[in-house]
């Protein structure tokens, strides 16, 4: 069974960093892009970053660039998000999720999502 | 960036009726199209892929159709599960996008 556990995440002060984890476990991680998706609260999904099954591409929106940084550790089956330079805006419930086989970065399964508050 | 636009923002139906969810993109996605069930609390769970492609374990009254730029959910006789918001996400171009969603309430 495909299983995805995110941690790491909590209070921070603006402009403050925080490292979300994404432990994975039930397929074979290295064979899939993954990806982070944020959701405000109370408002709609917001896709972060993606990365490829070796770790070598990233893909980011423009919002991010520069201040969150994806990475992968295959031997670890984990999945990380660096954010540096939070902002109020940057709260949000992050979900990771994987890609599904095939082409094109659609979703087929996602963690149960971790809580990150960017507050003073 | 492609801009991925929901209608209704709310719809109202009665289990056993019909549900027509739309999406429009402002710009061709040819068939890179996905669409998510989310409950409160929960994650979102991927229902259609490719437009028309239904997920593993999603029952045969969710059907996608469309192509281009415009798109559409259908819910054949709502269930009671099925009260939730439903987005459409793009995944022909970066940055991936999603609509603004659809809640169908009862």
């Known amino acids: 069974e495909v299983h995805l556990l995110e941690s790491g995440g909590g209070l921070v002060q603006p402009g403050g960093s925080l490292r979300l984890s994404c432990a994975a476990s039930g397929f074979t991680f290295s064979n899939h892009d993954m990806h982070w998706v944020r959701q405000a609260l109370g408002k709609g999904l917001e896709w972060v970053s993606g990365?490829?099954?070796?770790?070598?591409?990233?893909y980011q929106p423009d919002s991010v660039k520069g201040r969150f940084t994806i990475s992968r550790d295959n031997s670890k089956n984990t999945l990380f998000l660096q954010m540096n330079g939070l902002r109020a805006e940057a709260t949000a419930v992050y979900y990771c999720?994987?890609?599904?086989?095939?082409?094109?970065?659609?979703?087929?399964?996602w963690g149960q999502g971790i809580l990150v508050t960017v507050s003073s | 960036d492609i801009v991925m636009t929901q209608s209704p923002a709310t719809l109202s139906v009665s289990p056993g009726e019909r549900a027509t969810l739309s999406c429009r993109a402002s710009?061709?996605?040819?068939?890179?199209l996905a669409w998510y069930q989310q409950k409160p609390g929960q994650a979102p769970r991927l229902l259609i892929s490719g437009a028309s492609a239904r997920a593993t374990g999603i029952p045969a009254r969710f059907s996608g159709s469309g192509s281009g730029t415009e798109f559409t959910l259908t819910i054949s006789s709502l269930q009671s599960e099925d009260f939730a918001v439903y987005y459409c996400q793009q995944y022909i171009k970066w940055p991936l996008t999603f609509g603004g969603g659809t809640k169908v309430e009862i």
């Open positions: 999720a994987r890609a599904a086989p095939g082409e094109g970065a659609r979703f087929d399964y």
């Open positions: 990365i490829s099954g070796s770790g070598d591409i990233t």
């Open positions: 710009q061709s996605v040819s068939s890179k």
